[in-house]
């Protein structure tokens, strides 16, 4: 990675490796100076990755197990189809890979062009969270709105549901939980979509998006319809 870094002036990395070279991949990179990490392996041991967030402060790691990340028209650094993308001033956030197409998809061919998608992985020690990224847009001139799409399992989708009602009431957002229909006990999917009592249930999730005045949809084809409502709401149409 040094050798690479000096060669090109890499500032982006990307890691494709197997699982239990997850940890050591990200170390090199930070070792070279990488700013952004995205890390598309999944399944890398919980305790690497605790120790791995907790000891590169100043490299940003999307992932590990997401998609990547995207600007339409600008850059992608990911495993995204970039052919379903348009440039727009929604901006997105999803834990799902394949989901994240579908609802970007059911945009584009809405006319609701995106700003930035990031796909935050779903293995349970993530780099980047909702919050993290709620953040980063909540500063951002060219976001207008944005989709939520979340899993059962965890509480980041609450802690982002608390964010947006604090601090975000100014961008319109929509919601989608995918696993709402899984039978009780079952873990989906992700390595993430772990449920513990009452926390990380759909319904818990659901809830409090709904408290935080963000509407979720049933289906990620009705996001653009509600979507739409909630930006002409807020432009006063």
């Known amino acids: 990675m040094r050798d ?3 060669a090109t002036g890499a ?3 990307i890691i494709f ?28 041991p919980a305790h690497d990755m605790l120790r791995v ?14 998609p990547g990340l995207v ?19 929604v901006g997105m956030i999803s834990r799902s890979g394949t989901l994240t197409y579908e609802i970007v998809d059911n945009l584009t061919k809405a006319g609701l062009g995106q700003s930035t998608c990031v796909g935050i992985g779903g293995d ?33 989708e609450e802690d982002a549901a608390a964010f947006i009602k604090e601090h975000l009431s100014n961008k319109p957002a929509v919601a989608f939980i995918g696993g709402r229909s899984a039978p009780p006990g079952k873990r989906l999917g992700h390595a993430g979509a772990i ?18 005045g963000v509407p979720v949809a049933d289906r990620p084809s009705e996001i653009p319809q509600l979507l739409k409502a909630r930006m002409g709401v807020a432009a006063g149409v």
């Open 124 to 156: 349970p020690i993530i780099g980047t969270t909702f919050v993290d990224c709620l953040r980063e847009f909540a500063n951002d001139p060219q976001t207008d709105a944005l989709v939520i799409c979340g899993e059962i399992g965890g509480s980041d």
């Open 53 to 66: 967030v907790a000891s590169t402060h100043g490299m940003r790691i999307i992932g590990p197990n997401c």
């Open 17 to 44: 490796v197997p699982p239990q070279f997850g940890a050591d991949a990200l170390y090199e990179a930070y070792d070279a100076g990488i700013k952004l990490c995205v890390c598309i392996t999944e399944g890398i």
């Open 71 to 89: 600007t339409p028209g600008k850059a992608l650094v990911g495993i995204m189809p970039g052919h379903i993308f348009a440039e727009g001033r």
């Open 11 to 13: 500032t982006h990395s």
């Open 4 to 6: 690479a870094v000096a």
């Open 195 to 212: 449920i513990s009592g009452n926390t990380g249930t759909p319904q818990s999730k659901v809830a409090a998006f709904q408290a935080a």
